[in-house]
């Protein structure tokens, strides 16, 4: 097989599926993405953006494989875990494996308010995988100034969110959270403990919607912040309306790109 017959072969079913087609698939492989984090959420999703054939994705993450880290977050394995791999290593090498025609960027920082320019430049929508509020803040006031999609997402015990964010048509994540909750509110992973599937399956969506992004298809792009117990099964759709007060999409206040 060609690597030309093959470039498209491999979608073919992803084609078959008529809201993405041709002209989908050949968009996703224009497209490309910056994920910040490749823990439990952004590891899933650059799987998930490689196996759809992205052209291209830059990673970005500061933290290395630990055995604690296996049984939610998908690329990394035992032997990443035994070697303190730095969790973009395992991913690219990984992602290059499942899928060589996707350009992978690895960089081993933690994202902070003056990486993101140099990060996201020429990219066309943002993946939250990070594990604060802070930086999701700061995620959420470069995409608003540069009107650049992002989809943010968390994920605490079995408890998980998820929220596009498509500057000038959807609200920002201001407009339904003005300020980050205090740290001491904000219960991690390692304090309140995580349902490994409940990550994947909120990464799944997360990555639907980038996909939507990606190929074009903003239209079909969800308006809603997304609540899913996956313990009680509890899913709650919350009407995400643009604040009329909201201090970064409607006052254009970027408090959390200036620290
Ligand atoms: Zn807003």
């Not at 990219?123 to 509020?133: A, P």
């Not at 803040?137 to 929220?163: C, R, T, Y």
């Amino acid at each position: 097989m060609t690597q030309g017959h093959d470039s498209m072969q491999r979608y073919h079913r992803q084609m078959a599926f008529g809201e993405i087609g041709l002209t989908g698939q050949r968009a996703l492989k224009e497209a490309s993405a910056l994920i910040v984090g490749v823990g439990g959420l952004g590891s899933w999703v650059a799987e998930l953006l490689t196996r759809s054939g992205v052209g291209k994705l830059v990673i970005a993450d500061d933290d290395k494989v630990d055995i604690t880290n296996i049984h939610r977050q998908g690329l990394y394995d035992q032997s990443h875990a035994e070697t303190s791999t730095p969790k973009v290593i395992a991913a690219a090498e990984r992602l290059a494996a499942i899928n060589s025609q996707v350009v992978v960027d690895p960089h081993q920082i933690r994202v902070g308010s003056g990486d993101l320019a140099a990060l996201a430049d020429r990219v066309d929508v943002i993946v939250d995988g990070t594990d604060n509020f802070h930086t999701r803040f700061i995620i959420n006031d470069f995409s608003v100034k540069h009107s650049l999609p992002w989809i943010f997402a968390g994920v605490v015990s079995a408890e998980a969110q998820m929220m596009p964010v498509v500057p000038a048509a959807t609200a920002c994540l201001r407009c339904v959270l003005p300020e980050p909750p205090p740290p001491c509110a904000d219960p991690t992973c390692r304090q309140a403990g995580v349902l490994g599937p409940a990550v994947t399956a909120i990464a799944s969506m997360q990555a639907i919607e980038a996909i939507k992004i990606l190929s074009g298809r903003t239209d079909a792009v969800s308006p809603h912040l997304t609540k899913i117990d996956f313990w009680t099964n509890r899913i709650q759709r919350i009407n995400a309306a643009k604040s009329p007060d909201c201090p970064c999409c409607v006052q254009r206040h970027f408090d959390y790109l200036e620290e």
